[in-house]
């Protein structure tokens, strides 16, 4: 993939890192250069064996992968209550959520296109599916429904992924 030449690199991924207190509503700030909405966040907890929390906004806030389980997409009313446009908020609900008091977290912040899907279509026999594209970044959410067969997925990115 070819490099872009990208000015302030906090406009279009930021870290945040944070100890939980317990706080329902907690903002979390991202204190780069640029303000970043982000639209898919990676979460986990630094110190607690709980898992990662993968959320993005083309599929929803309370919608969440795990990467580190074969488990299809779970839902989750107990984690974010808004994604804001410098950083996000999360809710209190108890141990197993990113701001139980005393635990340390980070979240991993990309910006894609601002919850904004284009619909493309898949070569072969698969039906095609929403995108949302950096190509500044070179970065793409992507949601389809695989059939099995041999295609092609459009990215959107102006060359190939490595």
Known sequence: MAYTTIDDPSAHFQTAIWTGNNVNNRAITNDGNSDLQPDFIWLKD???GFGYRLTDSTRGITKNLASESTAVESTSTTQYASWNTDGFT???GGQQVPNYNGNTYVAWQWKANGGTTTAFNESGS???GTRQTNTD???SIISYTGTGSNGTIAHGLPSTPE
Do not use: E, K, M
Request: charged content about 10%; proline content about 8%.
């Open 90 to 92: 999360l809710i209190y």
């Open 137 to 139: 970044a070179g970065f």
């Open 46 to 48: 630094r110190n607690v």
């Open 126 to 128: 698969n039906p095609g």
